[in-house]
């Protein structure tokens, strides 16, 4: 995306919103900045940043940066829904990452500085929660939440099974 210096605001505005656009068709999309508001805006949509991409091609005051974002694993509405809620969007976690990641919860639940830098608090923790405390009874409260899901959708034959979380 770039622009000459004329109407700039209006701009990036309109340049922005088409980009936006197009992530409704989900995808995989990739992305390069140099300067830091652009960089901070693809973050804010769930961008991840890739280390390796990194080069100096524009000088040195600033790096370019690549990017990516695979909706293909987490799809629109997930992102969408996560982007209008102050979250940001989930990272596009496979199965035995989650059940490896929700042992490592259970099996801490009463510490709070491992809570706190779960790698479920992306996904499960809106991103305006700051404080470690905060996070870690934000994932609390969202792993219960879940759980009591879960037992109000299983079987009678599966239903005690939840009762030593609720």
Not at 41 to 70: C, K, Q
């Amino acid at each position: 995306m770039g622009f000459i210096d004329v109407l700039p605001e209006a701009t990036t505005q309109s340049l922005v919103l088409d980009h936006v656009g197009l992530f409704a068709l989900g995808g995989l999309y990739l992305a390069a900045a140099v300067t830091p508001k652009p960089k901070d805006l693809l973050e804010a949509l769930g961008f991840e940043n890739i280390p390796l991409a990194r080069n100096w091609t524009y000088g040195s005051t600033h790096p370019m940066d690549g990017f990516v974002l695979d909706m293909t694993r987490i799809g629109v509405e997930c992102w969408f829904d996560a982007i209008m809620s102050g979250r940001r969007p989930p990272v596009a976690l496979n199965r035995a990452d989650i059940e490896r990641d929700l042992q490592v919860v259970l099996q801490n639940w009463d510490d709070s500085a491992r809570l706190a830098d779960s790698p479920l608090t992306r996904t499960l923790v809106p991103a305006n929660v700051e404080s470690r405390e905060q996070r870690a009874e934000a994932l609390r409260e969202a792993v219960l939440e879940a759980l009591s899901k879960a037992q109000a959708g299983a079987p009678p034959s599966q239903k005690e099974s939840y009762c030593l979380f609720l």
